[in-house]
């Protein structure tokens, strides 16, 4: 009679918990395909975890997108360009954005994500409801994204738009006049005219920007 190994004794949970120490998407991946059971340990491992970075992973739309979509309690995620260049679309954004975290994310970064526009951009921003915190720099993305910033995130306290040539003075005036809770915005690198940031200023005198 074959003895059963002691690790395919360990209850579910048990699993879940080893697992979410793991930093290793690979390793997790590896994990998920030894067994059915431990699939569902990897499973519930990610729906424990709040903050979930792919900083220096080289990721795809499909990888990002599923653990994402199993990440339920997500309060934070870093989707920023990697060494290995982070291979993440606006297809990628759409797939996360039908994620159940997302209307409870309140912190999202895709800084220097050369791949993403606005597409992807609005149809995930359009779903969160809890943003404070967001950093798009280093992209493409236009006054229409800011725009969406603008109805969707009436809680964001904080913005980076560093080298974001392709925002205009219209988009930031609709962040500042709709977003009431906005305290920082990184416009380093824009194309901004100085009056245009005076004119911030005068609409909000304690907001911080940064140039």
């Not at 606006?90 to 309140?106: E, H, M, P, Q, Y």
């Not at 995930?124 to 800011?146: A, K, M, P, Y």
Request: a neutral charge.
């Amino acid at each position: 009679m074959e003895v059963e190994a002691e690790i395919d004794r360990l209850p579910v949970d048990v699993l879940a918990n080893i697992f979410v120490l793991f930093s290793s998407f690979t390793d997790l991946a590896q994990a998920s395909e030894v067994c059915k059971k431990w699939k569902q340990g990897v499973n519930e491992s990610l729906a424990c975890r709040e903050n979930l970075s792919f900083a220096g992973w080289k990721m795809d739309d499909e990888s990002t997108a599923r653990l994402v979509c199993h990440a339920y309690n997500l309060t934070k995620l870093h989707i920023p360009r990697s060494r290995w260049c982070c291979q993440i679309t606006d297809a990628g954004l759409v797939r996360i954005s039908f994620a159940k975290c997302v209307s409870n994310l309140t912190s999202i970064s895709l800084w220097g994500l050369t791949g993403i526009t606005d597409e992807g951009v609005v149809q995930l921003i359009s779903r969160t409801r809890s943003l404070q915190h967001l950093n798009v720099g280093g992209t493409f993305i236009t006054d229409e994204s800011l725009f969406a910033i603008a109805r969707s995130c009436p809680k964001l306290e904080t913005i980076v738009l560093w080298s974001c040539r392709h925002v205009t003075e219209n988009g930031l005036f609709a962040l500042v006049d709709k977003c009431v809770e906005l305290k920082s915005m990184n416009l380093w690198g824009t194309r901004v005219p100085v009056d245009c940031l005076n004119n911030l200023l005068v609409l909000r005198p304690a907001l911080m920007i940064k140039v």
